[in-house]
DNA sequence: AGAGTGCAGGTTTTT
DNA sequence: CCTGCACTCT
């Protein structure tokens, strides 16, 4: 937009250009016609199924920014839900760009979870909590729900925490309680029983605690409209534009979320908002407000996420959720090449039960996919950082460049390599910041201030740093506090007549000192405004004041050093929101940490490669694309295969990988992988198979490394670096000499067809003072055999190269005199 | 109360 | 393999 600054003057009859122009040009300009119509049809509902890579984004905001900009909505009518928060905030710097930063004031662009924290933090007194209620994520509950399975001795039923935790997940995603609940199931069976009463007791201390879990942010804001009417009127009354994208990603209590948000009024406007009768007087046209419109986003062959709850119908139901709503289909991709999106239709072809759509483009067939098998893991890690080393040489950016996985475990040796080969990478949602045990401590001694209710946190800073508080001072608190009728952490300012030792006293009173003083700092009495950099302050006063520290500092195990600089690091965060948020508060500053997700801290990965699993990829894309594990039991994943849908919705997980490219797209798998310290044999994927040969150019097929006297494992080329072999592990020159590194073979060769049968030694029979022949290690004897079957383990010592632990059942090896 | 040792068990994906 | 956990000892 060539006038970005230009406001949208509020309650002005003129729209901020004159009656001559014709914005909607502008902002349909480069379109092409579905995703015109998208942009400008106008109904009550609209489910644009947009394809990977067919423009959504851009449709979707423009969208939001016709409204706007025609004066059919005011920015604080829009409420536009993406899946992350770093897409929201894409998605909200794209119509600032487009309207102008004024115009687009007062826009809620969030997260499901973000907006409902919102509404709830608003709305939270009608339901007795207040507003500074905390947000339990899921290793909190796990906590809670730990005690709760050990108090009530459900292990004895076969009730883990984990399955416990996962069943109320659920449940509460089919907006179910345990009231409900119980109804419908098996009360005589011992162990529903005991989960109904660990659901029930969870429920109620969350509520003492005035917390929320993840489940519960939506959840709760669905039970909060439909107890409390005119609540839910206020926000149907506001949102007259409602969007939301990955619109496949929803579970049932989002969904409705959205349709108690897209219903007409409760009551005819005008009457009895709060019964004060304010509105009477001075509501025109009132009962004639119709229902919110609602525009969806997605494409179900992108639903990923059945495991927490997705219902994929909610899309493909939603023209018989929403009669007469107008369809439109995007099906232009402009991100990838033919060659890649004919691969991802190849594959995704294979999942019965969908409406067909095929991806096509016009900007031609570009490479062929590249195809690699090493040896090991190591080997494949190899193969990935060498071909962006030369993808880097070429021209592109690491930042363009990404490496995906089925489990996070994986990244492991990727990285082991990509450290050893000097490339900068990132991982996303591997490190996990905010669940380090000093993190969680600092925000714990945070929310004791925020919410004073919540007992996990104050119980979880007694003892850090040690004041010698254990158990039994734990419990003593607990009763005085019960006695009293005041809260666990208002007991604490009473230390003197617990009963305990001087000692104990003191530090009791210390840290209650330490409360009160960051509380006074953090939260300054009425009305007044706490400066914005009192959250950073309060941290400060919180970590020093409390001795933790010093008693880091003090310490001797060397990681505390690098805990000492995580807490550092923290600090920056809140001022670093002190920055973006002027009016930040600390509950402001706790909701922001507790609902940050993976794939929001993308933002530094300038000048990295991005190593992710599959799941977090969604919604991204990059220039090249390496696709690793593409294994058996990798993805699909073992333990899908038992589930109903699984392997279907595998397909799509892989699919959703595959799309990410625009340029390159690399196929990579390991023959072996060590997983539990425990080398295992691999297969190729069965997605492989579904692609057309001539689509891939392997580099090294599965064949080549299967077969008897195939290709030599680069690992072991890496070994040797001048021809002898090197020893134990990897060196630190891991050149390997041009030569020796196979490069592209002709497809009659290596084509695409994966070998019905892996090598085979069967049960070759072997014993201790055996001698072998192992085509890359020369000869040697065996010294032992361990393990069973599949998994048999020969631990050879060769005449050249030492001891080498070999699988028997593939190792290239055969037994000579 | 806290430190240290042994053991079992777990690794799918996540707001 | 590695971690987290429970139990024991000081």
Redesign the pocket.
């Known amino acids: 937009m060539t006038d970005a600054s230009t406001p949208i003057i509020v309650g002005s009859d003129r729209g901020p250009r004159g009656a001559g122009d014709r914005p909607d040009n502008e902002l349909l300009e480069g379109l092409n016609p579905p995703q015109r119509e998208a942009v400008t049809y106008r109904g009550p509902a609209l489910l644009i199924v947009a394809g990977a890579g067919s423009g959504k984004t851009s449709v979707l905001t423009r969208r939001i920014a016709s409204l706007l900009w025609n004066r059919e909505a005011w920015p604080s009518q829009i409420l536009a839900i993406t ?3 770093k897409a929201a905030g894409e998605m909200r710097e794209r119509v600032q760009h487009l309207v102008g930063d004024n115009a687009a004031q007062g826009m809620w662009i969030s ?4 907006a409902c924290v919102r509404i709830l933090r608003r709305e939270a007194q009608q339901f007795g909590f207040t507003k500074a209620f905390t947000i339990y ?2 290793g909190d509950s796990r906590a809670l729900i ?1 005690r709760l399975v ?1 108090e009530h001795e459900a292990d004895a039923f076969g009730l ?1 925490p ?1 399955a416990v935790q ?1 069943k109320i ?1 659920k449940l509460k995603n089919e907006l179910a309680d345990a009231e409900s609940y119980a109804r419908s199931a098996n009360m005589s069976d011992p162990a529903e029983r005991i989960f109904v009463d660990i659901f029930a007791d969870y429920q109620r201390a969350l509520q003492r605690a005035n917390a929320f879990d ?2 519960d942010l ?1 959840a709760q804001t669905v039970y909060l409209f439909r107890a409390f009417p005119h609540v839910a009127d206020v926000y149907r009354r506001r949102f007259r534009h409602i969007l939301v994208d990955e619109y496949q990603d929803t579970n049932h209590a989002q969904y409705a979320l959205i349709h108690e948000l897209t219903q007409p009024l409760s009551e005819p406007e005008g009457e009895s908002y709060g019964d004060s009768g304010m509105m009477i007087f001075d509501a025109p046209a009132a009962d004639t407000l119709p229902a919110a419109s609602l525009t969806v986003v997605g494409d179900s062959d992108q639903s ?2 059945a ?2 709850g997705a219902d994929i119908r909610n899309i493909t139901e939603f023209e018989r959720d929403y009669p007469g709503a107008k369809v439109v289909l995007l099906e232009q991709n402009y991100r990838s090449t033919q060659n890649i999106l004919s691969a991802a239709n190849a594959v995704i072809s294979n999942n019965f039960d969908r409406k067909d759509k095929k991806l096509w483009t016009d900007v031609g067939a570009g490479e062929r996919i590249v195809g690699f098998t090493g040896y090991s893991q190591h080997d494949e890690a190899q193969f990935v950082a060498d071909e962006i080393d030369s993808l880097r040489r070429a021209g592109v950016d690491y930042s363009q460049m990404a490496v995906f996985y ?4 994986q990244s492991r040796a990727l990285e082991e390599i990509f450290i050893r080969s000097a490339l900068p990478y990132k991982i996303m ?1 591997g490190t996990k910041f905010y669940e380090r045990a000093e993190i969680k401590d600092a925000l714990a001694y945070l929310v004791a201030v925020a919410n004073p209710a919540d007992e996990m946190a104050v119980r979880r800073i007694l ?1 850090r740093p ?9 419990t003593a608190i607990a009763r005085y506090a019960a006695d009293e009728g005041i809260t666990f952490r208002d007991a604490l300012a009473n230390s003197s007549v617990l009963g305990v030792g001087p000692k ?1 006293q003191a530090g009791i009173a210390q840290l209650d000192a330490v409360l009160a003083e960051a509380s006074e700092h953090m939260l300054p009495a009425s009305g007044e405004l706490a400066p914005p950099t009192a959250v950073a302050e309060g941290l400060q006063i919180l970590l020093q004041k409390s001795g933790y520290l010093d008693a880091l500092r003090a310490s001797k195990d060397p990681q505390d050093e690098a805990r000492l600089e995580n807490l550092d690091e923290l600090v920056a965060v809140a001022r670093e929101f002190a920055r973006n948020n002027p009016e930040g508060t600390i509950i402001d500053f706790l909701t922001e940490v507790a ?1 940050v ?4 801290d993308l933002e530094d990965a300038s000048g990295s490669v991005s190593l ?5 990829a969604k919604g991204l894309e990059y220039d090249a694309v390496f696709i690793t594990g593409v294994e058996e039991d990798l993805i699909p ?1 073992r ?2 295969a038992g ?1 109903p849908g ?1 392997p279907q ?2 397909r799509r ?1 892989f699919y959703v990988g595959v799309t990410r490219a625009r340029q390159r797209l690399f196929f990579t798998l390991a023959m072996t992988r ?4 425990e080398v295992t044999v691999a297969m190729p994927s069965r997605f492989l198979q579904e692609i057309p040969a001539d689509l891939i150019d392997w580099r090294q097929s599965p064949g080549d490394v299967n077969s008897r006297g195939g290709t030599q494992s680069r690992a072991l080329n890496a070994r040797r670096p001048g021809g002898g072999f090197g020893g134990s592990g990897f060196g630190t020159s891991r050149r390997y000499g041009e030569d020796l590194v196979p490069k592209s073979t002709s497809i009659e060769r290596f084509a695409n067809r994966i070998p019905a049968k892996v090598r085979d030694n069967g049960d070759l029979a072997l014993k201790p003072g055996d001698r072998i022949r192992h085509d890359d290690f020369g000869e040697g004897r065996v010294d032992a055999i361990t393990g069973e079957g599949a998994k048999r383990v020969a631990h050879v010592r060769f005449d050249k190269v030492g001891a080498k632990k070999l699988l028997v059942k593939i190792a290239p090896i055969e037994k000579i005199g």
């Not at 089925?406 to 475990?409: I, L, M, P």
């Not at 040690?466 to 734990?474: H, L, P, Q, S, W």
């Not at 060590?674 to 310290?677: E, I, L, P, R, S």
């Open positions: 899946f992350t928060n997260t499901f979870h973000s994520d899921s730990k050990k883990t984990a996962g997940s993840f489940d939506i990923i996420y495991f927490r089925r489990t996070n475990s949602g003892n040690r004041r010698g508080i254990g158990d039994v001072t734990e104990i609902l997700s993976d794939a929001d992710m699993t599959l799941h977090t994943h333990i899908s589930e699984g919705e595998e997980l060590a997983q539990f310290g």
